[in-house]
């Protein structure tokens, strides 16, 4: 396992369209994470799964995004008629669930809308 | 709440010098904390943490840091900078019981060759 995965790594869309994003968190973690990322600024929690069960959500995450994970493995974050506002780094992490464990990072999903 | 402040908004640092950047904490109850470095256009890489146990942490890449108390400081720091050190640096706190990291909008270093 080389670690958590995301496709695909960058995307232009235009505004309207809408979007999906693929996570494969590190196979052993049970906990995984969505962030989204504007220049300038760190990361920002968007939503969090343990298992197949979303537990929370950011009020960041408005009604047009939408995130699963349906058999507690891979994740997908989609964004429904897209806005210009919608364009960032979009993060995926994974981690175990034993207080205190670390986050580990995908490279990231870039999505420019046009 | 956990949260953390990162003083500076860019670290400057000739090639072959010491490298710190510095974080300080607030917190309620026992901190768990993060570094974590991202290069441009990729994702965060962890570089270490403390949750318990020895003040001085060592992690990646050479870096280690150190959880003062008193200070209610976690400084990051590394003896040699390299030009590949060049990065944007976030310290993060674990927050809630979701291990979920709580991002400031960290430090950009700048190492000078």
């Given at each position: 396992d080389t670690g958590v995965s995301q496709n695909p790594r960058h995307k232009i869309t235009k505004r309207g369209q809408n979007v999906t994003f693929r996570c494969d968190p590190?196979?052993?973690?049970?906990r995984l994470y969505w962030y989204r990322q504007t220049l300038g600024q760190g990361p920002e929690f968007l939503t969090y799964f343990q298992n197949e069960a979303q537990l929370e959500k950011s009020?960041?995450?408005?009604?047009r995004f939408s995130a699963e994970r349906p058999k507690g493995s891979f994740s997908t974050l989609e964004i429904q008629?897209?806005?210009?506002?919608?364009?960032a780094m979009y993060l995926c992490a994974s981690s175990q669930s034993q207080q205190g464990s670390g986050a580990f990072f995908g490279q990231g999903t870039r999505l420019t809308v046009v | 709440a956990q949260s953390v402040a990162q003083p500076e908004d860019q670290v400057n640092v000739a090639e072959g010098n010491p490298l710190t950047v510095k974080c300080t904490y607030s917190v309620s109850g026992n901190p768990y904390l993060f570094w974590y470095v991202q290069y441009p256009n990729r994702g965060l890489q962890f570089l270490l943490k403390y949750?318990?146990?020895?003040?001085l942490v060592k992690g990646s890449y050479g870096f280690e840091a150190e959880f003062n108390k008193s200070q209610t400081s976690f400084h990051l720091k590394k003896p040699s900078a390299l030009v590949s050190d060049s990065a944007l640096y976030f310290c993060a706190p674990l927050r809630g019981g979701n291990n979920r990291l709580a991002f400031g909008k960290g430090n950009q270093v700048v190492v000078i060759p």
């Open positions: 590190i196979s052993e973690h049970n009020r960041l995450l408005s009604d008629r897209t806005e210009q506002g919608d364009s | 949750i318990t146990g020895d003040n």
